[in-house]
Each structure stands twice: as C-alpha cells, then as structure tokens.
DNA sequence: GTGGTCTAGACCACG
DNA sequence: GTGGTCTAGACCACC
C-alpha cells in the first residue's frame, strides 16, 4: 500500500493517511473484501505513530468503509462512491483558485498546476 | 457583509472568517477601498469574541488584503499588493483534489469543475 | 537559548520573541533541525503568558521558518523553505535607517554599519 | 518643510512625523531657532489628525528638541546630534539585514537596496 | 471609539 | 503532554 505523507504540513497526519486510503477505496483501487495491514505494521511503514494510524483507521470505520475485526485486521467493506459532499468540494476549490488567484497565477498556470498535481497525487495511489 | 461560520466545523473560526473575506476580495464583491465593519461590529454580528475576528483581520493583514489603520478601521488594499505564497497554493490545491476525489469524481469531473468556478469567480470580479 | 525581553519596551513582546529567534536562526545559531522548547517551557523562563509566545511561534511558522507538529513540539526548517516579501523588507529597512539618521550617523558611518553587521551575521552562520 | 508619511505602514503615524523632523534637526537641516508649522497647518499639509500632529510636537518636545510656545509655534532648540543609541540601532539593523537575507538578497543586493532607499529618504527632506 | 496586546483559564485535537 | 483555539476582560496606543 503505497501511502505519502508529509509531516510538514497542517493537514494532521491522521487524517492524511485516513484521506489517502479513502480515495484508494472511493477510486476502486481498495476492492470490497480487501485486507489493509495492521496498524502496527502500518505505522512502523510510515513511520508514526500507532495512535496516528488507529485514530485514521476508526475514522475509516465510522464512514463505513472499512470493518476492523479484533485481533484480525482491517477488511474493505463498502463500494461507496463518495464520501465527501458537493459543499466541502465547493468551499475547497474555491479557496485554492482563490490562492492561486492571489498569487498572480493565470488562467493557464492555475489549469497546469491542477493537472501536475492531480497527477502527483493520483499516481502516488497506484 | 455577507459571512456565515460553522461553529461545529473543525475549521477554527477566525480561518472560515478569513477566508470568506479573502474570497470576497478576490471576487470583486469587496472593491479596493471598500470599509470593513469594526472589529467588534462584525465579532457583535458573528456571535463570536472580538479577538476571533481581530486574528483573521491580522491574518488578512499579513497576506497583504487589508490594511488596518489603528483608530481607523480597516480598509481593503489595492489586490496587486497582496502576496502568496507556493507553500499555501500547494497546501489548497492539494487539498481541494482530495476533496474531490473523495466525492468520487473522476478525472473529467474535476478539470470541468475547475474550469467551471474559476469561471466563475473571474467572471464577478469584472 | 538566550532570548532577552524586554516589558516596558514599545515593541509587542510576541515581536520580540519572534525577532529574536528569527536572527538565531539565520545567524546559524539555531541550525536546521534543531528543537525548539515547548510553548509552555519557554513561556514560563520568560514570564510571559503561554500565548504570547504561541503567538511568536505561529509567525515563525507562517515565515516558514520552523514547523510546528501538533504534540510534537517545534523545529527549525531549513532557511531555504523560509520566505521574506518586499514589504516586509522595505519595512524594516526604512526603520533601520531612520534609527541611524537619529543616532546622527552620516552616509559613510551608516554604510559602514551596514557591511560591519551584515559580517558578522553571515560569519556566524558559517 | 518636506515630509512624507506612509499611512500603510505599520509605524504609527505621529512618530512617522516626528522622526523626519528629528531627522531634520539632528542633520542640520533645520538650525536651531527655526520656526515650525503651526499643528493645525501641518496637519492640513499632511491630511491628518491634528491630534496626531500634536502628539508629535510633544514627543519632539519631550526629546528637548523644540519648544512649544503656546500661541505662537514651535521653535527649534537643541543642537543635539543624536537622539537615539546604539542599542536601538544595532537591533533594528540586525532586524533589517535579517529580513533581507531571508528574502534571499545577496550582498551586492542588500548594499544597493540600502544606498537606494538611504538615498530617497535623505532626498526627500531636503 | 478604534484596533493591539496581554492575561488567565478553559476545552479540544493531536501524537 | 503538546500545541490550537476560543473566551472574557483588561489596559494601552492611536486617531
């Protein structure tokens, strides 16, 4: 399981790793019936903490994603197509363009930097 | 001023204060020169404590959108002085993507809702 | 760490701080890496009220100058990631030089200082 | 009497005022026994406050630079060459060379932005 | 009367 | 235990 986080940002790290596996589920890649590794193994792989990765797990359980079977892992349950409502994607695309805006970027910038990134961000999933 | 917070959201109070204003620049519905409401006016109107409202207006300050003026209010500034940084255009960007591929939408949907409202928001400021 | 305030002095103390710890960093004082005390610890050596330093923080922060990890304490980044604009630098360059004229120095001694200062900064960064 | 205020700055605007005039006095430019503008016409040149004019007067006055007659003007007195020491100018020197090494200037950059500026401001009280 | 700052204390999110 | 945020209230600087 191919997860990036970066430390250095202000999204918490929790949810970063929540979010990530979200989109692996949401976007098929996670199939119904897919184990996910343990928290143990998961947190030493990224390199947090076990809270960290615990807390991202339970976050996955109450969206019902995922089943967390005692002592026996985590199992992908749901093909859910999303998890996110139109007002949250709304409030955040506008606030990036409205960054971007901000930072002198032109209509072309703003459409290449969503491609790299959606890119960077997508092929980090695979 | 149109401004609605949520306070149950986990976006602190004075960041949704913040950036509906910086939206509202940017759009053009706030013209350059145009008087925000005191401090303690908007705080009185919000429902929320005068030093909330005081730290988004730092907060806008510090971007270069505002310029207070102490016993004078605050006025918005001309956008050419504003700044932004990479750091905040990549830390929006990035998570207005994730917003978006948790709403299931492909990679289509999310160039033609990008396109869409920064139509959008280009359109209002004329 | 050696950070000296002073209460009956015109400048916010938060400013102080920061300012401080600003010029440790880019003299090399306070390299990259480096763990910064605890909002409480350096609060309480300081006197002075947990968020007033939290405030000094949070602009070093948004200087990009440390990172700060939500129960982790803060760390110095590297300077690279740090950034100044314009405004900032017309700023405290007016006011530094309006100091000198004050003290009733001339364009030699002024221009002097400068090279003198500016040496020893960047030799101690070495 | 040339003076020039930046209402955008964040330095208050009566110490704006009464530090070009020290500048003035402590470079000679106004001998003692000169005769200052009235408040109330000075406030008008510069579109202020007359309060803010008269805070000034009385900072300048509280430095022994001038004395204030009342009915009659303000009347330059001191032949001092100095009004502030080297404490201040060493931590607002340090704070200026600071920003602009964050802002990435080089040597040659940050000598020619203080010939520049050094060079509008003397300029502009002349 | 305006905003700026600081304090004290509280609660929460995070690791 | 860490930092983040908010509140309530106070005092001060500024215009």
Redesign the pocket.
């Known amino acids: 399981m191919q997860i990036t986080i970066h430390?250095d940002s202000?999204?918490?790290?929790?949810?970063?790793v929540a979010d990530e596996i979200k989109v692996l589920i949401v976007g098929g890649t996670l199939a119904a019936g897919t184990v996910l590794p343990t928290v143990r193994q998961l947190a030493a792989d990224l390199g947090?903490?076990m809270?960290?990765v615990a807390?991202?797990y339970r976050e996955l359980q109450n969206d019902g994603l995922i089943a967390i079977r005692h002592g026996s892992g985590a199992v992908v349950t749901s093909q859910r197509t999303a998890v996110s409502n139109q007002r949250d994607v709304q409030r955040a695309l506008r606030g990036a363009l409205t960054e971007m805006l901000l930072a002198g970027m032109r209509r072309a910038d703003i459409l290449r930097a969503v491609t790299d990134e959606l890119h960077a961000l997508t092929r980090e999933k695979s």
Do not use: S
């Open positions: 430390t202000d999204r918490p790290i929790y949810r970063q947090v903490n809270n960290t807390t991202a």
